[in-house]
C-alpha cells in the first residue's frame, strides 16, 4: 500500500506500527500547513489517530477536551477519550479519519457531505483502509471481482449507495457515517443528519442575509491557506462568482495571489455543444476583482479517451464526477503558480443556494393561498391545493408521474440483467430529486441523499493524486444548518429564486450576474464539445467491445452502440440518451480491457 502511495504527490510522510495495526500517511504541503500543526497521525498510550482534512473547531474542542497547549493530533486522541464513538459528531470541518485503540478496535469515520474520500476492505481479520481504491487493489485478501450492480447503477445514472465501488471487496465510508470493527463484528451508524423539518429559526429577513453573510465569509476563511495562493473556479453563475467576490478582500488584506479559473469552449467550437457561452458574465466578475491571475480553459486539443483512461489508472475504477480529469490546462495553472487548494461553489445549488423547488408544497403548508393562486390558474387545482385531501391526491399523483417515467425511460442495461420492472423499481426508490415535498424537505433529502458524498470522493481522489485538493464553502456544516433551518417563504418567492444568496451579495457582485436565471448547465463544457469531435474514437471503442464477456453481463452493447450513432446523428437533440451516459459506457470499456488483458492489479 505504502509503494502504490507514493505516486501521489506530498511533502511529509509518517507512519505508526501497533502490534495489531499499521497507519501511515501522505500529506500535502496545503493539507499540513494551511490550518494544521501536525502531520495526520497522533498517538497516545497505544491510541493511534489518524486525520485527514481541517478542523474548524480546534479551539472549543481544546476548551473541553485538552486544555493545556498540545498540536491537534493530541488534542484528538484526548477528545477520542473522553468521547469514544461519539468523537466524529463533535467535529467540524472537512475529514476522513481512523481511530486504532488497543489490539482489536478501529472506528472509520467521513465528514458530514464526504469531502474527503474513505475506502476499506476487510476480509476475516483483516480490515485495510485508505483514500484511494488504488491503494488497497495490491493487497491479496482485497476482492477484485467486478460489481455488476455498482455497473448498471453507473451507467443509468442511479446512486443508490454511497458505499459501492466497483468491486465487490471495496467499500466507502458514506458522508456523514461512521463505521466501528471490534469483537463484535463491524457497526455503521450515521453521526450527522439534517436539523428536524420542525426546527426552524424564528428570524427577521435582514438579520438572516446578515447571518447568511457572515457563515459564508467564515467558510471561505475556514479553506484558505494560511500562506501561498489560492485558486479559484469561476463559471457565469452564482455560487462560485459569490465564492471569488468574497475571498477577494480578505486575500488582498493578506497579501495572497488569487487564480482564478474559467472553464469554457473555444470561441470556434462546434455549434453541436449547444453551451452557452458565460464569457460575458465572468469578465463582469473579473472586473471587479482585484487584478490577478485569470486563465481561461478550453483544452479543445485535449483527447477525452485518452484521459479518459488516465482517470481510472488515478482512481483504480470507473468514477462518476472527476472534473479536473477533462481539464488539463486546470492541473498545469496549477503547479505553475505552486496551488494546492481549489476553492469550487459545488454544494450551492443542491442545499445553500439552491433554486427553491417544492414552492407549490411550501406556500400550501404555510397557507399563503393568494401566492398559490398566481401560480395555479385553474380553479379546480387551487381548490385541490387548498385542501388536505386534495394534498393527498395530488402527492399521489406525483410519485406515480415519477413512477411511469422510470418505466417509460430507455435503458442501456440489458434486460437479462434486471428486467423493465425492476429497473423502473429502482429508478423509483432511488431518484435524482424527489417527487413531492417542500423547499426544506427537498434540501434535507438532498443534504442526506449518497449524490453529493459520491462526486466529493470522486473529485478528492483525481485532485489528490495531482497535488491539489477541492475545497467547497457551500458544504461548510454550519452555513448548511442555518439554510435548512430558515423558513422557506426566506428562500424563495412567487416572483424570485435564491433569494438569500442574492440579497447577501448586494454590493458585491455585478447585478447581470446577481440577479441572472439562465446559467448553463454544463459544469466543464470542453467536454460536451470534445464528445463530438472524438465521435468515431468512441464508436471504435464501443465496437471493439460488443462481446466483452464483462461487459454483456450487464449491458445491452448493441443498443448502447445504436444510441451513440443516433445521438450524435440527431446532434444530441433527441433526448433519450446523454453524454453521461455514453461516457459512463465508455469507462466500462476501457476499465474492462484493463482487468480482461492488462490484469495491472495481479499480486504475488
Not at 462568482?241 to 493578506?254: D, F, G, H, N, Q
Not at 474559467?262 to 453551451?275: E, N, P, T, Y
Not at 482585484?290 to 486563465?295: A, D, Q, T
Request: with cysteine.
Amino acid at each position: 500500500m505504502e509503494a502504490r502511495a507514493r505516486v501521489w504527490p506530498s511533502a511529509h510522510q509518517r507512519a505508526y506500527a501497533t502490534k495489531n495495526a499499521y497507519v501511515a500517511s501522505n500529506t500535502l504541503r496545503g493539507s499540513a500547513d494551511a490550518n494544521r500543526d501536525s502531520n495526520s497521525v497522533g498517538e497516545i498510550q497505544g491510541t493511534v489517530v489518524l486525520f485527514d482534512g481541517r478542523l474548524d473547531n480546534v479551539e472549543e474542542l481544546r476548551s473541553f477536551f485538552s486544555p493545556c497547549d498540545g498540536n491537534q493530533d493530541s488534542l484528538l486522541v484526548n477528545a477520542w477519550r473522553k468521547r469514544n464513538l461519539r468523537l466524529p459528531a463533535s467535529l467540524i470541518g472537512d475529514f476522513a479519519m481512523a481511530v486504532v485503540e488497543g489490539e482489536n478496535q478501529l472506528l472509520l469515520a467521513r465528514d458530514p457531505f464526504g469531502v474527503r474520500p474513505l475506502f476499506f476492505a476487510r476480509s476475516g481479520g483483516w480490515v485495510a483502509f485508505a483514500s484511494s481504491m488504488d491503494v488497497l487493489l495490491p493487497l491479496p485478501f482485497v476482492d477484485r471481482t467486478p460489481n455488476t450492480s455498482w455497473m448498471a447503477d453507473f451507467v443509468e445514472g442511479i446512486k443508490a449507495d454511497g458505499t459501492a465501488t466497483p468491486y465487490r471487496g471495496i467499500m466507502a465510508v458514506s458522508a456523514g457515517t461512521q463505521i466501528s470493527f471490534g469483537p463484535a463484528g463491524m457497526e455503521t451508524r450515521r453521526h450527522w443528519n439534517p436539523p428536524a423539518l420542525d426546527d426552524l429559526l424564528d428570524i427577521d429577513p435582514n438579520e438572516a442575509v446578515e447571518e447568511f453573510r457572515r457563515l459564508f465569509d467564515q467558510a471561505i476563511v475556514a479553506r484558505l491557506p494560511d500562506r501561498g495562493p489560492a485558486a479559484f473556479e469561476l463559471s457565469g453563475g452564482l455560487d462560485s462568482t459569490s465564492i471569488a467576490v468574497s475571498a477577494a478582500p480578505i486575500m488582498v488584506e493578506r497579501g495572497q495571489r488569487m487564480l482564478t479559473l474559467s472553464h469554457v469552449l473555444g470561441r470556434d467550437a462546434d455549434s453541436q455543444s449547444r453551451v452557452r457561452d458565460e464569457r460575458p458574465q465572468i469578465e463582469a466578475v473579473l472586473g471587479v476583482l482585484p487584478p490577478g491571475e485569470h486563465r481561461w480553459l478550453d483544452n479543445s486539443h485535449q483527447p477525452q479517451v485518452a484521459s479518459m483512461t488516465d482517470t481510472i489508472l488515478r482512481h483504480g475504477g470507473p468514477v462518476r464526477r472527476d472534473f479536473n480529469s477533462v481539464q488539463h490546462g486546470l492541473v498545469e495553472a496549477l503547479r505553475e503558480h505552486d496551488c494546492e487548494v481549489l476553492f469550487s461553489g459545488f454544494g450551492g445549488d443542491d442545499i445553500v443556494t439552491g433554486a427553491g423547488a417544492g414552492l407549490l408544497e411550501s406556500l400550501a403548508q404555510d397557507r399563503r393561498w393568494d401566492e398559490l393562486k398566481q401560480l395555479i390558474s385553474h380553479p379546480l387545482s387551487r381548490l385541490a391545493w387548498r385542501n388536505a385531501v386534495g394534498r393527498h391526491f395530488l402527492r399521489s399523483h406525483a410519485h406515480r408521474r415519477l413512477s411511469d417515467q422510470a418505466l417509460a425511460k430507455p435503458r442501456l442495461t440489458g434486460t437479462q440483467f434486471l428486467s423493465d420492472n425492476e429497473l423502473a423499481q429502482r429508478r423509483t426508490r432511488f431518484p435524482l430529486v424527489p417527487a413531492w415535498g417542500t423547499i426544506g424537505a427537498r434540501e434535507r433529502w438532498r443534504a442526506a441523499a449518497p449524490a453529493i458524498g459520491i462526486r466529493g470522493q470522486d473529485s478528492a481522489v483525481g485532485a489528490g493524486s495531482q497535488g491539489f485538493e477541492y475545497v467547497y464553502p457551500m458544504l461548510d456544516v454550519r452555513l448548511v444548518e442555518f439554510v435548512l433551518r430558515l423558513p422557506d417563504r426566506l428562500k424563495r418567492t412567487v416572483e424570485d429564486r435564491r433569494c438569500m444568496i442574492r440579497r447577501a451579495m448586494e454590493g458585491r457582485l455585478p447585478d447581470m450576474v446577481r440577479t441572472r436565471d439562465d446559467k448553463s448547465p454544463s459544469a466543464v463544457p470542453v467536454a460536451a464539445a470534445r464528445f463530438h469531435l472524438e465521435h468515431e474514437d468512441y464508436l471504435a471503442l464501443f465496437k471493439r467491445n460488443l462481446d466483452n464477456p464483462l461487459l454483456t453481463q450487464v449491458l445491452d452493447m448493441p443498443r448502447g452502440l445504436a444510441a451513440l450513432r443516433a445521438f450524435q446523428d440527431l446532434q444530441g437533440s433527441n433526448g433519450a440518451f446523454s453524454l453521461r451516459h455514453f461516457r459512463a459506457i465508455a469507462q466500462l470499456c476501457l476499465w474492462s480491457e484493463q482487468l480482461l488483458h492488462h490484469q495491472p492489479y495481479q499480486t504475488e
